[in-house]
């Protein structure tokens, strides 16, 4: 019994000049995708200035090595020179919540020769004269940190505990450099008049209404 005759192959008959011409059609496309989303705008994302070292240096002692300096310059518009630095939480599948977060972050300011902390986000929100206004009793170990520069008041932070995921009712706190005080001190929740500080947390507790 004869077999049935096979089909015949669709590429037989076709010129070999042909058949390389597609091959490098199809390898050029599958070189040349475009770039995600993501990809393009970290391309498009302009690199910011460069740390000096004495800053960088300055920061790794106040927080160690995993430091990022996020600000420097004339950040409360005294005339002395600032910085901002932050340990910063990395983006993971299980940290997926919008925003910079971070476990620690400080202020200091250039004194001679010296940097002196005079802010610390931590467990806590604290100056050199206490606990500020608003800081939670029970500590915080994560803060989602946000930030502007106002001409005329310099940095301004908001700072919004994070206790697992992000609670959307939770208020941000407000940190400012109080020119009258000459320190930086928190916000009530009209973000319009600085709170006073404390040296013992429970009698913070009265300024969390």
């Keep these: 019994m004869v077999g049935a005759a096979l089909p015949r192959p669709m590429w037989r008959g076709i010129p070999a000049i042909w058949l390389a011409a597609a091959l490098l059609v199809l390898v050029g496309g599958c070189g040349s995708s475009p770039p995600s989303p993501s990809a393009q705008q970290e391309q498009a994302k302009p690199a910011g200035p460069a740390i000096p070292p004495e800053i960088q240096d300055a920061a790794d002692k106040l927080l160690g090595s995993e430091t990022q300096v996020l600000l420097f310059g004339d950040l409360a518009k005294t005339g002395k020179q600032e910085f901002l630095a932050a340990n910063i939480v990395p983006k993971t599948p299980k940290n997926d919540i919008v925003g910079t977060i971070v476990t620690r972050a400080v202020i200091a300011e250039k004194e001679g020769d010296s940097w002196d902390e005079i802010f610390r986000c931590d467990e806590y929100l604290k100056n050199k004269n ?50 009258e005080a000459k320190r930086y001190q928190s916000l009530d929740r009209t973000y319009e008049h600085f709170l006073s500080e404390s040296p013992n947390l429970s009698n913070v507790r009265s300024m969390l209404r």
């Design 130 to 179: 206490g606990y500020l206004g608003l800081t939670p009793i029970e500590p915080i170990t994560g803060w989602r940190l946000q930030y502007e520069q106002d001409p005329k008041k310099g940095l301004m932070l908001y700072l919004t505990p994070v206790k697992g995921t992000a609670d959307a009712h939770v208020l941000p706190i407000g940190v400012e450099w109080n020119p």
